[in-house]
Nanobody
Framework: VQLVESGGGLVQPGGSLRLSCAASGFTFSSYVMRWYRQAPGKERELVARITSAVGSTYYSDSVKGRFTISRDNVKNSVDLQMTSLKPEDTAVYYC?????????WGQGTQVTVSS
């Protein structure tokens, strides 16, 4: 099983980034896919989630209206489009795949929002 995130980097406040997570080694289409983030000294928090079947989405209040999660069950990938980025969005962002009894994580990608 592999989850490989990409797309992180340094961006100015107000800018945009698109994170991608490439999945392999499991039945991607049957898993709920989630993006978490962890800032220095803080607990890991759920940012966005997309379900396996109908693709229903959830966003934390802190990113609602600015971030968009999407998935491609053919390419086995999940993206997180981030706009209007703020310094408080600075964190390591992790891709997660979940279904009952199984929980997989990527290695994370750093996002830094700074002028």
């Amino acid at each position: 099983v592999q989850l490989v995130e990409s797309g992180g980097g340094l961006v100015q406040p107000g800018g945009s980034l698109r994170l991608s997570c490439a999945a392999s080694g499991f039945t991607f289409s049957s898993y709920v896919m989630r993006w978490y983030r962890q800032a220095p000294g803080k607990e890991r928090e759920l940012v966005a989630r997309i379900t396996s079947a109908v693709g229903s989405t959830y966003y934390s209040d802190s990113v609602k209206g600015r971030f968009t999660i999407s998935r491609d069950n053919v390419k086995n990938s999940v993206d997180l489009q981030m706009t209007s980025l703020k310094p408080e969005d600075t964190a390591v962002y992790y891709c997660n795949a979940w279904r009952s009894g199984r929980d997989y994580w990527g290695q994370g990608t750093q996002v830094t929002v700074s002028s």
